[in-house]
């Protein structure tokens, strides 16, 4: 089981970003997947959540209107894409697999069981 995410760097304030997780080693498309992400100093949070078949997602009010998730099942990959991005978007990015649970409380980082290695994202001028 691995996730493995891409797409990360150093953008300006403002700029876009999109983020992707390759999904291997179990059925991808029998699970929700979700991003969360770390700036350095603080806790994990959660940052967006996609249902299984792509028709529910969920945002953190931090990124609602500027971060769109997404997925494609036939690729085993979801995406993060990030637009109007702020200084305070700048974190290390997590792609992980939903637990079943993780429909009931969506920004509780402990109910997502797999989790990727983690992309660096800094925004800055």
């Known amino acids: 089981v691995q996730l493995v995410e891409s797409g990360g760097g150093s953008v300006q304030p403002g700029a876009s970003l999109r983020l992707s997780c390759a999904a291997s080693?179990?059925?991808?498309?029998?699970?929700?997947m979700g991003w969360l992400r770390q700036a350095p100093g603080k806790e994990r949070e959660f940052v967006s959540r996609?249902?299984?078949?792509?028709?529910?997602?969920s945002y953190a009010d931090s990124v609602k209107g500027r971060f769109t998730i997404s997925r494609d099942n036939a690729k085993n990959t979801v995406y993060l894409q990030m637009d109007n991005m702020k200084s305070e978007d700048a974190a290390v990015y997590y792609c992980?697999?939903?637990?079943?649970?993780?429909?009931?409380?969506?920004?509780?980082?402990?109910?997502?069981?797999?989790w990727g290695q983690g992309t660096q994202v800094t925004v800055s001028s």
């Open positions: 992980a697999r939903g637990s079943p649970a993780s429909g009931i409380r969506d920004n509780d980082v402990s109910l997502y069981d797999v």
């Open positions: 996609i249902t299984w078949n792509g028709d529910r997602t």
């Open positions: 080693g179990f059925t991808f498309s029998s699970y929700a």
